[in-house]
């Protein structure tokens, strides 16, 4: 008998940052049926140099040119330059993964244009648990979603909410509230902080609907996220507390992790959730 051999999908990888970076190794790695093709970065020579080590050669190239190559590419990229690596896919037909999903809200025309190309747009649940339940509660009626985030106060420096009201997170002593309202307000706040609140948004009741607040908390190590949903089909609480990458304080190692999966999903003969 035999066996029926389909060639592997081809990966693009938007961004090289902490995510991309460790994304592409073990891709370079190997996993069956995914084959790391191309990737783009704002600095290419950079970018070669952090690759020089891979076992296979993948070519740099611009934002613009990485869905030409690929069937797949997963968005790492800052949000400033979210639509230059997402719109090429989708208008191509092709499959995006997007990481910075707070972009995505920013630039929900692509989710349009997605249907009438065929593409398909696959938000991983990243730093964040239970979106399979969250989107069959949905199914029925969800009444209220909320979200509580905490970090170390070095996880939320830099973000655009703390640099306006000039919050001097060196001075934190005691868990701080420093933002309360509707996910689609925090992800503009804290763009590279609370992706997992517009990923909760869109499984559940949308990110207008879905309450966020966010602590700067010197008790915490870990970045940890505490969600309760109530619906007419059950009534659910979870927690996570995600050990922050070495690169980057604001991102958890589990975020690469649930990025390979949404890959392995694409060519796995078994999935199991929903």
Not at 4 to 14: D, Q, S, T, V, W
Not at 31 to 37: G, S
Not at 50 to 55: A, D, K, M, Q
Not at 166 to 192: C, H, M, T, W, Y
Request: charged letters at 20%; proline letters at 6%; one cysteine or more.
């Amino acid at each position: 008998m035999s066996t029926l051999h389909r060639a592997p999908l081809k990966i693009g990888i938007g961004g090289l940052g902490a995510i991309g970076l460790a994304l592409a190794r073990r891709l370079d790695e190997g996993i069956e049926d995914l084959l790391l093709t191309a990737v783009s970065a704002r600095d290419k020579d950079a970018a070669r140099l952090r690759l020089s080590g891979f076992r296979q050669r993948v070519p740099v190239v611009t934002l613009s040119e990485l869905a030409k190559d690929c069937d797949v590419v997963v968005e790492c990229a800052p949000a400033a330059v979210f639509s230059q690596v997402a719109e090429p896919v989708v208008r191509l037909g092709k499959v995006l993964i997007p990481v910075s999903v707070g972009g995505l809200l920013a630039n929900w025309y692509l989710v349009e244009m997605a249907k009438a190309t065929g593409a398909r747009i696959n938000v991983p649940s990243g730093a964040v648990l239970g979106l399979d339940a969250v989107r069959a509660a949905a199914l029925g009626e969800i009444t209220r979603v909320t979200i509580v985030t905490r970090k170390p106060p070095v996880g939320l420096a830099g973000a655009p909410h703390i640099e306006k009201y000039q919050i001097d997170l060196n001075s934190v002593e005691q868990p701080l509230k420093v933002f309360e309202g509707s996910a689609r307000d925090g992800v503009a706040a804290f763009p590279a902080n609370v992706n997992v609140a517009a990923a909760l948004g869109l499984a559940g009741i949308g990110p207008d609907q879905t309450w966020l607040e966010v602590w700067a908390d010197p008790a915490v190590s870990r970045n940890t996220h505490s969600i309760t949903v109530e619906s007419d089909s059950a009534r659910f609480e979870l927690k996570i507390e995600n050990v922050p990458t070495d690169e980057n304080p604001r991102t958890g190692k589990i975020v690469v992790l649930s990025t390979l999966a949404a890959l392995k999903r694409l060519v796995d003969p078994l999935t199991v959730g929903t």
